[in-house]
């Protein structure tokens, strides 16, 4: 069992940066692949990006490829995103979730999942 706890959000201007962390319980963190998923009010659960469990490799979203970035610490069971130059259309709950030793794309093949943060950017 993973618990996963996302750090709060905020209010920024369109142009800033934000960073959210997501830290996770266990002993067995660098065997799971992590994700950031997004959910706008009214759509459907995005993908945003991920970070694979062996080797770091990255994959983003066409939407915040180039913007946005996802690293990992397996010393601190801890994730991060860091966003910049955000745009209003990034406004969601922004959620981290824990793919045990594979990879992908489809919030349906995650294990775990985070509360969520609200990140709202202004015009």
């Known amino acids: 069992q993973v618990q996963l706890v996302e750090s709060e959000g905020g209010l920024v201007q369109a142009g800033g940066s934000l960073r959210l962390s997501c830290l996770a319980s266990?002993?067995?963190?660098?065997?799971?692949?992590m994700g950031w998923f997004r959910q706008a009010p009214g759509k459907e659960r995005e993908f945003v990006a991920t970070i694979n469990w062996n080797d770091d490799s990255t994959y983003y979203a066409d939407a915040v490829k180039g913007r946005f970035t996802i690293s990992r610490d397996n010393a601190k069971n801890t994730v991060y995103l860091q966003m910049n130059s955000l745009k209003p259309e990034d406004t969601a709950v922004y959620y981290c979730a824990a793919r045990w030793r594979s990879r992908g794309y489809a919030p349906s093949g995650y294990d775990y999942w985070g509360r969520g943060t609200q990140v709202s950017v202004s015009s």
């Open positions: 266990g002993r067995t963190f660098s065997r799971y692949s």
